[in-house]
């Protein structure tokens, strides 16, 4: 159990320039646009504007595979 005062702690990870972690894009087609949706996402999120959940996840799927 955690105390007050005490974080918990996590492992570094390699991150783009922009902040957002590499494994996130790795694998999608156009890595530059997914991060571009990630970064839009988690500011509407932080501002608590409404996000529709069903596009991000439609758009996120659709990245993250290559059509054969």
Do not use: C, H, W
């Amino acid at each position: 159990m955690l105390s007050i005062g005490m974080a918990r702690k996590f492992k570094k990870v390699a991150k783009t320039k922009k902040g957002v972690p590499k494994k996130y894009l790795s694998g999608s087609k156009n890595p530059s646009k997914k991060e571009k949706e990630i970064l839009e996402t988690k500011r509407k999120y932080k501002l608590g504007l409404p996000i529709d959940v069903k596009k991000v996840s439609k758009s996120r799927a659709a990245q993250a595979k290559k059509k054969k």
